[in-house]
Every structure is written in C-alpha cells, then in structure tokens.
C-alpha cells in the first residue's frame, strides 16, 4: 500500500532527522516518499529546511522543480513557486529559471505583487527593458500609494531615458510623477536634465523654479536659483 509505505518512510526520516541529525538518510527517505506521492506538502517543507539548512540550493531548485507540478492547491504551488523563484535568482544566480518559476506564478494569480517585484527586478539584472517596464506599469497601476508610483514611475523613466533612449516615454513617465505628486523632487529633478540635454532653456527655467518652490533648503533654493541666473547669463 502506497500509503502505508510513505507513512514508513516518513517516520523513518524523522528519525533520523531529529534524533540522530543525520540529513543525508533523512533526505533519502524523504525522497522515497516523493517517488510514490509526488507533491506531498509536508515532505517539500522538510526537504525546504533540510536543503536549507545545508545549503543544498542545487538540490533543493531541482526537487522544487520536480514537486511543483504535482502540488493540487493553488496557493501552495505559487508559494513554492516563489520559493524555486528565490532560491534559483538569489542562491544559484540563474536568472532566466527564476523568472520562469515568477511567470508561472502569474499564470495563476496576475497581480501577484510578490511576484511582479522579483520578476521587474530580474529583468533588470538581465536587460530586458520591454520586459521590465511593461511589469512595472503593472505594479504601478496595481498600487494604491503615490509613493510608491512615483518611485515607481521615475524608475521606468530612468529605464527608458537611459537604456531604450527614449526621451519622450520617459519624460512622459516623469510628468506622471509629478501629477501625482507635484513636489516630486526626482521627477522635477529628471525632467530638469532632459530639457537640458535638448537646450530647452524655457522648460529648463521652469523647472528649477518650480524646484525652487518646493524646496525646503535654503542653501538648495539658493543653488537653484544660482542656476536660473547662469542660463538667463548664458
């Protein structure tokens, strides 16, 4: 009987888990646990912190990869999804199979925030821009705090401004920014450089005067309006 067996083995593994601390016959057991009833919660968690422990991420990304698709509930798989995704990206620094394990996840659950923010940040480790500016318009549309969007969308901006060279979705992304927040310094600041950059010496004037307005340092108002005087000199 399957069952009975497992349950066998799973004694077995405790055993030798907790009383003579002996992890490689534990692991062992525990995988011939999996071989008969693959996807067996309490066996991934066990093999988890065994794995773990010894800093086994090899073994562990591989055993994730095998159990995952064999975990019925929805919210555990996603969960050591996530797990495969961290140890994959973090421990063994393989990139691409952790955004697949961060994609499979939204194939379940599309606003994931868990997941949105690893797979941005990957994408950014590996210089995929559509990629991570189409996932971080997601987070910034899927997050209720301005805060958070702007942060968000002057991160975009940057992303677009310095790596797909382009100006104009990425001073878009700033304008956003300053919509929702109209002392957003960054914004102001990104804004401020761009029209420099394209000798746009009246939106650059207006910048730094609006930066002005909503500074709160009286040595940063005086740099700033410094400034205004050198390019009304200039």
Same mark, same amino acid.
């Given at each position: ?108 659950? @599309? +606003?994931?925030?868990? =997941? %949105? ?6 994408? #950014?480790?590996?210089? &995929?821009?559509? $990629? ?52 957003? @310094? +960054?914004?102001?600041? =990104? %804004? ?6 394209? #000798?746009?010496?009246? &939106?650059?004037? $207006? ?28």
């Amino acid at each position: 009987d399957v069952t009975e067996r497992g349950g066998i083995y799973l004694e077995m593994a405790r055993i030798y888990e907790a009383e003579f601390e002996e992890a490689d016959q534990a692991v062992e057991a525990y995988r011939n646990i999996l071989e008969s009833m693959p996807g067996t919660i309490e066996v991934i968690r066990r093999l988890n912190g065994i794995y773990t422990t010894h800093e086994y991420w090899d073994d562990l990304a591989d055993m994730l990869r095998e159990q995952v698709p064999h975990i019925a509930d929805l919210e555990e798989r996603c969960g050591w999804l996530i797990r495969h995704g961290q140890v994959a990206g973090d421990k063994l620094g393989d990139h691409l199979r952790a955004i697949g394990a961060y994609q499979e996840v939204l194939t379940h659950d @599309a +606003d994931s925030l868990q =997941a %949105l923010n690893a797979l941005a940040d990957l994408y #950014e480790r590996v210089s &995929q821009w559509e $990629e991570c500016t189409a996932t971080y318009s997601k987070l910034i549309f899927g997050n209720p705090e301005v805060a958070v969007q702007t942060v968000l969308l002057c991160r975009v901006g940057r992303i677009y401004e310095l790596h797909l060279l382009d100006d104009e979705s990425a001073m878009d992304r700033y304008q956003t920014a300053l919509d929702l927040d109209p002392g957003c @310094a +960054d914004a102001m600041r =990104a %804004l401020r450089e761009i029209h420099i950059k394209r #000798e746009e010496w009246p &939106q650059v004037v $207006e910048m730094l005067r609006r930066e002005t307005e909503y500074s709160r340092e009286l040595s940063e108002k005086a740099t700033l309006l410094a400034h205004i005087g050198r390019v009304y000199c200039e």
